[in-house]
């Protein structure tokens, strides 16, 4: 496998974090007319083109009259900036954006999408999200205001005046094998029809990222493991996710589901995993999950 970046990682933009500070030079990026923007609405991204190879669309910044949040700097330096358009029912009735795309559900076209658009609309859906959960002080419980380009919200109150700053949920995801050619596939109750995926949980308070794989895995399929590697990691704005990838080597055999974290697990061996054709009673995570990418390499390495 190359070690290409996970989908949805690496966003071709230069963040220019220092810029943020600055108010009066996002207010003149914002005017700008090189500016663009990639909108979002109900969490949904602003995309064209045909269902099975859906592209990103970025806009002028006219017409579109909400509070921006500043992605970065583009690759030709035109500022890239997202706004949440949620608060209109109907968002087709905006003339910035007729004629010019749909809202889709990213979960849909980001597997379809090319991966550097695909992490532009990750990157815009996540900070979005966080901008609408917070718009109050979670110390004091007043007004939050966006602040710096949307990156930090600023309690109004000026006896508590606590900054906010956007929160990513770190999450180990990990594939279990046991040293030769099996490896521990599960499914939960949420699960599309057949598919199933690699254990995953998050990260507690007090615990090392091995920690969490050894006790997520004891915890989901009674499992102990050892030689616990790290692999690749991936932003997964599903809402606000940060996928660690690892492997570990399972020091016992027999899986226990019985705590009801899911619905059902066993070991799956590589001939099987190489030559079964996806149906409704099994298959993989989808295409662009790093639980994919996890099974991909391991049945690439035997």
Known sequence: MTNRPNIYA??????????????????????APASRVLPVWQTKSFVAGPLDAPRAVLLPAEGLDAVPIFLGLMEDGAPLFTVDLSMVEEPDVLPAL????????LRVTGPLMPEGE????????????????????????????????????????PDCATHHFPRTDPAVIMLVHDGGDRIVLGRQSRFPPGMHSVLAGFLEPGESLE???????????GLTVTDIQ???????????????????????????TGNDELESARWFDRDFLRTHTPD????????????????REWLAEG
């Open 10 to 31: 690496a966003a071709p933009v230069d963040r220019a974090s220092l810029r943020r500070k600055d108010e009066d030079w996002l207010t003149e990026a914002w005017l």
């Open 98 to 105: 007729q004629g010019h795309g749909r809202f889709e559900d």
């Open 118 to 157: 695909a992490a532009l609309c990750a990157y815009a859906r996540g900070m979005v999200w966080w901008n609408a959960r917070h718009r109050f002080c979670g110390v004091c419980g007043s007004p939050a205001a966006s602040a710096e380009g949307g990156h930090v919200r600023l309690c109004t109150n």
């Open 211 to 221: 920690d969490t794989v050894a006790r997520e895995v004891f915890e989901e399929v």
């Open 230 to 256: 790290y692999r690749s990691s991936q932003p997964w704005p599903f809402p606000s996710s940060l996928m660690l990838g690892f492997t570990a080597r399972a020091t016992s055999i027999d899986i226990d």
């Open 280 to 295: 409704e009673t099994f298959r993989l995570a989808r295409a662009d999950s790093i639980a994919h990418r996890l099974i």
